[in-house]
Each structure stands twice: as C-alpha cells, then as structure tokens.
C-alpha cells in the first residue's frame, strides 16, 4: 500500500520559514515524479513545484518561485520543500504528491495517481 506522509507543517510569522517533508513508501518511485500542491479554503487544489526522479527537471508555480525549493532524497523516498520568505497568502494546507511526470504536475493534464493526507501551514501577519 502506497503512503505519502507529510511533516513539518505549523504557525509561523511573515517573513518566516518552514520546510516540510514527505516520506513515500509502499512501492518503487523510480522515475516517478513527485511534487507539492496546495489547497486554501474553498478552493481548487494547486500545484506548488515538482521534481523529476533524477532531480533535473524542477517547476514551480510563479506565485512561489524565488522563495520556495523542492528537492528529492531517492536513497530514502523523501521529498522536502524549504519555503522562505512565507507571506499570509501561503497559508493553506499543503499536500504531497506522486506520480506521473513534472509536465503533467505543473499543468494538471494528469492528477498525481498518489496524495498525502495534508499538512497545515499559517502564516500570520
């Protein structure tokens, strides 16, 4: 059975950090893409940034490009997101995702075939 288990969601001030985590077991991720989405209330999910398997191939969405790093750890199955420079409008629960490719990822062609079970960040003001 394939989990995706997200950490290192919290409260944190303006201008803050958070980084959060994502350890995926239950199957091989070999040449799978993995990513971040976020949700705010009342709306649609949207993606936040994906990583190939190799690493090479990274997206994010414009409203976090600059402040916020995806990255990938294939030895262990984990996938981080280091968010700086956290602004009000980032608060949203933020969900961790598989499958597919970064393309289908950043342009939601294909939903990721795996989802974490969510993880709140507020940032205040």
């Known amino acids: 059975q394939v989990q995706l288990v997200e950490s290192g969601g919290g409260l944190v001030q303006a201008g803050g950090s958070l980084r959060l985590s994502c350890a995926a077991s239950?199957?091989?991720?070999?040449?799978?893409?993995m990513g971040w989405f976020r949700q705010f209330p009342g709306k649609e999910r949207e993606f936040v940034a994906a990583?190939?398997?190799?690493?090479?191939?990274?997206y994010y969405a414009d409203s976090v490009k600059g402040r916020f790093t995806i990255s990938r750890d294939n030895a262990k199955n984990w996938v981080h997101l280091q968010m700086n420079s956290l602004k009000p409008e980032d608060t949203a629960v933020y969900y961790c995702?598989?499958?597919?490719?970064?393309?289908?990822?950043?342009?939601?062609?294909?939903?990721?075939?795996?989802w974490g079970q969510g993880t709140q960040v507020t940032v205040s003001s």
């Open positions: 995702a598989a499958g597919g490719t970064t393309a289908t990822m950043r342009t939601g062609t294909a939903p990721p075939d795996y």
């Open positions: 990583v190939s398997w190799s690493g090479g191939i990274i």
């Open positions: 239950g199957r091989t991720f070999i040449g799978i893409a």
